[in-house]
């Protein structure tokens, strides 16, 4: 049994933790987060997304109290200081979005940490995305690179090594989140992300396809992106649009993608479906990618576009979960 604990418990925090409650062979010992610990019994319990926690959910004055179980809760700010060395914590998942460089998550080791899992992109450590290109290498930071990564890095591994892609671009169709403003207001880094998010459709940039190109180190200066952030609070689509080293066909691309969500190296993390899907029927799928078969095309043998469904928040986080295990 593995002891896992979470620094930072928003979205990707608290989605983790129900994840590993379901999980055999996991399990969370600690908890850390700067919000009082009743507004974490509050968020943990009632989620306008993914509905009522079915579990009790209390507090005493500093655990978590789940089904009768006890969670170390602490609002410490500086990792060093956590007691992970007391709670014997095997890995410890980084998800406030402050710590994620290897400086920042080694504050970890130093507290007495394994392993650590950064749950974003970083610039300096390890990047890993389950069923890419998991590492036989002895590493005990790494990130598990970002959401959109996720789903798009499968799909581009597997029909570059099954046909061979030339160079692509990505448009993810992004469901909005917190960089985002709920009314129009100031934003220092991406005008457009000061508008009203739930009202508007905003072009911005991804990191994803370079992120990718970290997984796929082949593909670097052949693959890049953009991102339109559109009104749904969770369930987005990419658009990867390619051209191949060889012709093909719709039929070749489906007969592809399906063959490889039956495999071993797959099977949990690629899905494809024949199904008229809109974004809220993908929410809380566990796969990183649920390809829509319906809207591949292919024009004139070389270019090709693949549509790929994912829940930005949970099925990021089970890939996240599964590296977790794979330590």
């Not at 509050?42 to 306008?48: C, H």
């Not at 790494?142 to 160079?167: D, M, W, Y």
């Not at 989140?177 to 739930?198: E, F, H, I, K, Y």
Request: with cysteine.
């Amino acid at each position: 049994m593995k002891k896992i604990a979470i620094n930072g418990f928003g979205r990707i925090g608290r989605a983790a933790f129900k994840v590993i409650e379901n999980t055999a062979d996991l399990k969370v010992v600690g908890i850390n987060d700067l919000m009082s610990i009743e507004n974490a019994v509050y968020a943990l319990k009632y989620d306008s997304v993914y509905g009522n926690y079915e579990k009790v959910v209390t507090h005493d004055a500093d655990n978590l109290i789940i089904d009768g179980v006890k969670i170390k809760y602490t609002s410490i700010k500086d990792p060093e200081l956590l007691p992970w060395e007391d709670l014997e914590i095997d890995v410890t998942i980084e998800s406030t979005g402050f710590f994620t460089n290897m400086a920042g998550a080694q504050k970890h080791i130093i507290a007495g940490s394994k392993f650590v899992i950064i749950s974003g992109p970083t610039k300096d450590t390890p990047m890993i995305v389950h069923g890419v290109n998991n590492s036989k290498e002895k590493m005990n930071v790494f990130s598990c690179a970002s959401c959109t990564t996720n789903n798009t890095s499968p799909i581009i591994e597997i029909l570059g090594r099954r046909i061979g892609i030339k160079k692509a671009i990505l448009n993810t169709i992004h469901a909005y989140t917190t960089s985002q403003s709920l009314v129009d207001g100031p934003s220092n880094s991406n005008l457009r992300m000061g508008r009203a998010a739930a009202i508007n459709l905003a072009p911005s940039t991804t990191g994803a396809a370079i992120a990718t190109t970290k997984a796929l180190p082949q593909y670097e200066g052949k693959f890049d992106g953009v991102a339109v952030r559109v009104p749904v609070p969770v369930g987005s689509i990419s658009d990867i649009t390619f051209i191949t080293e060889r012709p093909t066909s719709i039929d070749e691309i489906n007969s592809i993608l399906t063959d490889e969500s039956k495999s071993k190296r797959y099977n949990q993390v690629v899905a494809v479906t024949l199904e008229p899907l809109v974004s809220s029927d993908i929410v809380k799928s566990s796969f990183a990618a649920t390809v829509d078969l319906a809207m591949t095309k292919v024009v004139d043998g070389d270019l090709v576009k693949v549509m790929a469904w994912y829940d930005n928040e949970w099925g990021f986080t089970n890939q996240m979960i599964r590296l977790v295990q794979e330590i």
